[in-house]
Structure formats: structure tokens, C-alpha cells
């Protein structure tokens, strides 16, 4: 990428993570109801340290931290790096206050606005490591997004996130039918030199036997179905530490759906609303995806599968633009859904893949030592950012986690 385009890159990511926090009350910045959920305040510090550790204190000669004890607050598990504050504690920080934090990421603007706009050599030299910069901030605007939802939820008065701006239209999803492909031996991954995680490289083979997906995403509607016919109560359509985290945290239907007058509604950034049929079921962990699959006779992609298939996309769903949105039903019959409106959970492991080398240093840390006890999930979800996304993407979370934006696509055959 050019110096120009660096620059305006720069800029408009910066503008959005600030952008997306502007509906925050100053209060709403120090959340976090629970460990996952970081606070507001905490990310926009922390993306700014990001840049301040790896780019501008090696980079920038003369460059001065705005306070060097931030070197501990806003670090989150670089371990290379030095100590970090307690994940869980974050929420607990009432100072440097919300104008001292957007004071420290104005600092850091400064210091690598004229970076950017040095020679072209100097630029060359940090344009790799400030892309990977812009990558980690857009990964964070849509913790965000996730975040403020969740810290948001648990006030009983279920306050929106930001007020409703006029609902989109409820289309009704298209039917869903099985696309079948025909696999055999294919490649996956990344090679070249366009910007992407290591966790993508290096490109490699691998044999599909044939399968079909799913032509869109599992939907509310269908959700409900499982939901109805007493999916939470069979064993015997769940993983053992599925059916052991069910009992333990009561689950009885997605995170934020509430049960009223016979139906169900649920929290969305703009409040409590009823649940749409058609808009693709969200906020499932791994355990319901995978239970919900068994009890349709089908399963979950792997991400093999996913991303073989992904070549064919036709349309993309939700993304991340400017304002957050819910996921939104499927406007087409073919392919739906790849990209946008909620991750889709696969059955596969994070794992590294053959001949993976992590970055070196203390940036080595970033993917590679989550490499256990994680699922890929795929596609990107209405809180990605739309430059952000792409067919070779991998997400990661813990087969629990229930606060991302993530639902699923079904499977047969293979
Ligand atoms: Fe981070």
C-alpha cells in the first residue's frame, strides 16, 4: 500500500472506532459486566498502545509516550512486551478518564501522521507493520460493537445502544435449499503478498469428499423450531461439555431472547425487539450450533468446506460501514450469507496450518498462542468491517462464547 493511501486508510479507521463509540454515554465507557466484554474506554486506549508499541517507539525517532504507565494498562497478553493489567479488572479503571484516553489516541494520531507523511523509505519501512496496525483496530471496532451491546444488556431497563433510525425492511428469507460441490483436491489460504493474518498462510492442499451447504444462513425461525421441539432438553443431540454448559448456565435459547406474552423478543442495539423469523439466528455458541445441526440430520461445515465454497459467493450480507446494524435476513436464493450478518461456527479445530510461522517477535503472540481449545468461525458478521473481511479470514473463539455475533450454516454429506 502507497503513503497516500496508508494515510487516508489510517484516517478513516481511526474516525470509525470513534465514530462507533459516539452513541456512549460517558458512564457506558467503563463497563464491563463480565470478563469477555471489555470496556469502551479500555479499546480505544488499547488500539492507540498498539501503534504506540510496535510502530511509533521503534519507528519514530524522538517520539515521547504521553505517559509510560499506559505501557501496562492498555497492554492485553503481549507477553514479549511486558505486564499486563488483569483482563477481568479492566471495568475497574476509572482513571485516565474518557477525555484523558480520546487525549492519549489524539497523541498517538499526531506522532504517526508524521511518520506517514515522512520519506517514503521511512514509510516503507513501518507500512507492513501499520497495516497490521489499521487490521488489529477494525478486529477491535467489532469487540466494540459486541462489547457495548452486552454491557448494555444486562441493565434492566434495556436501554438501546442508539436509537431506532427506522428498522430495515423485512424481506422473508428465500427457502433454504442444499448446494452441492464437488470437492476433490484444493488449495486454501493465502499466498502472495496481499495483506493477511499469518494465522491464513501459507496456502496449502487439501482433499474435500462432496458435500452440500446450506444456500443461507440457519434462521430465528428455524432456531425456534429446535427451540420448540425441546432441542435443550435432549441429551443425545449434545457434545458432553455442550450438554454439562447448558445445565450449569441454564440455557434455554440464544443469549439476549426473553420469553414474553408467548413470544420471543430480544435485546438489539436498538433495545428490546421482537425476534424477526427471517433474520438469521445469532449469538449461539458452538455447543447450540453444532446441537441445532444433529437435530436437522445435518452438521456444521468445516472450514475447508467453507472456504471452497466461498469462491462461488454471490451477494454479501450485513456489514459494518458506518453505523452497527443487526444481522439482516438473506435477500437472495443462491449462496447467501458468506460474508456478513453473523460468523457461521465450523467443526473445525484452530489449528495451525501446515508449515505455519508466526510473526516474529513479540507480534508472534498475536495469533499463534490461541492455537487451543478454539473453533474457526468464518464470514465475518453485521459488526466486521467491510474492508476488513475476506474469503481466507479465521476467527476463533471458545466453544462457549456467546457474545460475538455468531450463528451458522448447515452441512450435509462429505
Ligand atoms: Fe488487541
Not at 435459547?253 to 424477526?276: C, F, I, K, N
Not at 449469538?283 to 445441526?293: L, N, P
Amino acid at each position: 500500500m502507497d503513503a497516500e493511501r496508508l494515510l487516508a486508510h489510517y484516517a478513516a479507521v481511526r474516525r470509525l472506532t470513534e465514530r462507533i463509540c459516539e452513541p456512549l454515554a460517558t458512564e457506558d465507557y467503563v463497563l464491563q459486566a463480565m470478563p469477555d466484554a471489555s470496556p469502551a474506554k479500555w479499546h480505544l486506549a488499547h488500539v492507540s498502545w498498539f501503534f504506540e508499541t510496535f510502530v511509533l517507539r521503534p519507528s519514530l525517532p524522538g517520539y515521547r509516550p504521553l505517559d509510560e504507565r499506559y505501557a501496562v494498562l492498555f497492554n492485553s497478553y503481549y507477553n514479549g512486551v511486558g505486564p499486563q493489567f488483569a483482563r477481568p479488572a479492566r471495568g475497574h479503571l476509572s482513571r485516565p478518564t474518557v477525555e484523558e484516553v480520546y487525549a492519549y489516541r489524539a497523541h498517538v494520531d499526531k506522532a504517526m501522521l508524521s511518520l506517514l507523511d515522512g520519506t517514503a523509505e521511512r514509510v516503507d519501512a513501518v507500512a507492513g507493520v501499520v497495516e497490521l496496525g489499521l487490521n488489529h483496530e477494525q478486529q477491535h471496532q467489532e469487540l466494540l460493537v459486541t462489547d457495548i451491546k452486552y454491557n448494555l444488556s444486562v441493565n434492566p431497563l434495556r436501554l438501546p445502544y442508539r436509537p431506532v433510525s427506522g428498522e430495515e425492511p423485512t424481506t422473508g428469507a428465500p427457502s433454504l435449499e442444499r448446494l452441492a460441490f464437488s470437492g476433490g483436491t484444493i488449495e486454501i489460504g493465502v499466498d502472495g503478498e496481499a495483506f493477511c493474518f499469518d494465522n491464513e498462510r501459507p496456502r496449502h492442499r487439501v482433499l474435500l469428499h462432496p458435500y452440500q451447504l446450506g444456500s443461507r444462513l440457519v434462521s430465528n425461525g428455524e432456531y425456534g423450531e429446535f427451540i420448540a421441539d425441546g432441542g435443550y432438553d435432549r441429551p443425545d443431540l449434545w457434545l458432553s461439555d455442550g450438554w454439562r454448559t447448558v445445565q450449569e448456565r441454564g440455557w434455554r435459547a440464544p443469549l439476549y431472547w426473553e420469553r414474553a406474552d408467548g413470544s420471543w423478543t430480544t435485546y438489539t442495539l436498538s433495545g428490546m425487539a421482537a425476534v424477526s423469523p427471517d433474520a438469521p439466528v445469532a449469538h449461539v455458541s458452538y455447543y447450540e450450533a453444532d446441537a441445532y445441526a444433529r437435530w436437522r440430520g445435518a452438521r456444521l461445515p468445516t472450514e475447508q468446506e467453507w472456504e471452497h465454497a466461498a469462491a462461488s459467493e454471490t451477494a454479501a450480507g450485513t456489514l459494518l460501514v458506518d453505523t452497527p446494524r443487526e444481522p439482516a435476513p438473506a435477500t437472495t436464493g443462491r449462496l447467501a450469507q458468506m460474508t456478513g450478518d453473523v460468523w457461521e461456527w465450523t467443526a473445525s479445530a484452530y489449528l495451525p496450518y501446515p508449515g505455519f510461522r508466526p510473526l516474529e517477535g513479540a507480534l508472534g503472540e498475536y495469533n499463534g498462542k490461541f492455537m487451543v481449545n478454539q473453533m474457526v468461525l468464518r464470514g465475518g458478521s453485521c459488526a466486521t468491517p467491510r474492508s476488513h473481511i475476506r474469503r481466507t479470514y479465521r476467527n476463533f473463539f471458545p466453544p462457549d462464547a456467546r457474545w460475538q455475533f455468531a450463528g451458522l450454516r448447515l452441512a450435509y454429506g462429505g
